[in-house]
């Protein structure tokens, strides 16, 4: 059985003031149904860690380079986000592939220095609004997994979240059919490739994900979970999601 699994991506956001949303919502949930991962940024994760210490919270990073260490001014290893307490690492987030130029193959490589060091993979997949308008997104979707995913990818190493980019931060999601489509698409093309591996792996949505939207996205069929953007910034906002994901049918 799939674990379900909420994470919050907190972007370039967040100083010292906010690790006290941490501290509240590990409070929330001591014991919690789902599994909760916390994404902040870089300069927050060792003082995160040592703040959660005992706490049902897992922490990940927002990117890593692919280079176990090297000249890379600026970069983070998987090694390094490990040192600091991370057991997640986000790769491929549209705005990664966007802002950075990041193809499948560099998530791909990405992915597989985040598997050597030990931290599950979060890799992301989306279509643009002309993309969907054109009826491409299966394909799109469908072509930057086979182009993402490494080899030795397993369910215990790497979940899979849909974010459809014209989505995320919009205020938009797309329809309960609309998802249901993409992740069953996803499914098969996984279990495809890997086997009862591909049936075993996590998959989220993400994109403009809410207190008063989750329950109906997470009662859609191979919905896992949840990658969340600005609704994981502050404690209440992204419990309420949680406590959607923990009443959500197994």
Avoid at 87 to 104: A, F, Q
Avoid at 143 to 161: F, K
Wanted: net charge negative; aromatic share 4%.
């Amino acid at each position: 059985m799939r674990r379900k699994l909420a994470v919050g991506n907190w972007k370039m956001h967040g100083l010292s003031p906010q690790l006290g949303e941490a501290e509240a919502l590990s409070e929330r949930h001591p014991d919690p149904a789902c599994e909760i991962v916390l994404c902040p940024p870089a300069t927050l994760i060792s003082r995160m860690w040592e703040l959660l210490i005992g706490s049902a919270i897992h922490l990940g990073g927002q990117d890593c380079h692919h280079a176990d260490q090297g000249a890379h001014t600026g970069d983070i290893s998987a090694a390094m986000l490990v040192d600091a307490g991370a057991e997640y690492v986000i790769l491929g987030h549209s705005e990664r592939r966007h802002d950075h130029g990041e193809t499948d193959a560099h998530v791909a490589a990405k992915a597989a220095a985040a598997h050597s060091a030990g931290l599950v993979a979060i890799l992301c997949l989306g279509e643009t609004e002309a993309e969907r308008d054109a009826g491409r997104t299966i394909a799109v979707v469908g072509d930057q997994l086979a182009g993402s995913l490494p080899e030795g990818a397993s369910a215990a190493n790497t979940v899979i979240a849909y974010e459809p980019i014209w989505a995320i931060g919009t205020g938009r999601t797309p329809t309960r059919e609309q998802i249901a489509e993409v992740h069953g698409a996803l499914r098969a093309r996984l279990s495809d490739r890997l086997g009862s591996e591909g049936d075993g792996m996590r998959l989220l949505y993400g994109g403009s994900v809410k207190a008063e939207n989750a329950r109906e996205i997470f009662a859609i069929p191979d919905v896992d979970g949840a990658l969340v953007g600005g609704a994981s910034l502050k404690a209440g906002d992204f419990s309420a999601i949680v406590e959607a994901l923990e009443a959500a049918p197994a």
